[in-house]
Nanobody, 123 residues
Framework: VQLQASGGGLVPAGGSLRVSCGTS????????MGWFRQAPGKEREFVAG????????LYADSVKGRFTLYREKDKNTVYLQMNSLKPEDTAVYYC?????????????????WGQGTLVTVSS
């Protein structure tokens, strides 16, 4: 399975941006999908995740209430709508997928990763 993340860019603080992640390859099953981010000099951290059936989503406390993760029904395409962006949201955002049930909040849980898309929030 290959993942393609897109939609990153430069946005002023308080602005909004939507990043997306699509899959190719073995798409006959749905995957649990997640977003992680890594800021310069920091470790990668979990941002949000959605279960295979799309019924359960989890968010990191730092983005709860500002970010919304949703997926197209029965598809392995997910979107992360980011509102009220802050400079500390600046990072490379990576999407990840796995065919396990549930949602992983640790990177090791996911077997497939995209290339990342850069989100820069100016102050």
């Amino acid at each position: 399975v290959q993942l393609q993340a897109s939609g990153g860019g430069l946005v002023p603080a308080g602005g909004s941006l939507r990043v997306s992640c699509g899959t190719s390859g073995r798409t006959s099953i749905t995957y649990a999908m997640g977003w992680f981010r890594q800021a310069p000099g920091k470790e990668r951290e979990f941002v949000a995740g959605v279960s295979r059936d799309g019924l359960i989503t989890l968010y990191a406390d730092s983005v709860k209430g500002r970010f919304t993760l949703y997926r197209e029904k029965d598809k392995n395409t997910v979107y992360l709508q980011m509102n009220s962006l802050k400079p500390e949201d600046t990072a490379v955002y990576y999407c990840a997928a796995d065919d396990q049930r549930g949602i992983g909040i640790e990177g090791w849980w996911y077997g497939y990763w995209g290339q990342g898309t850069l989100v820069t929030v100016s102050s």
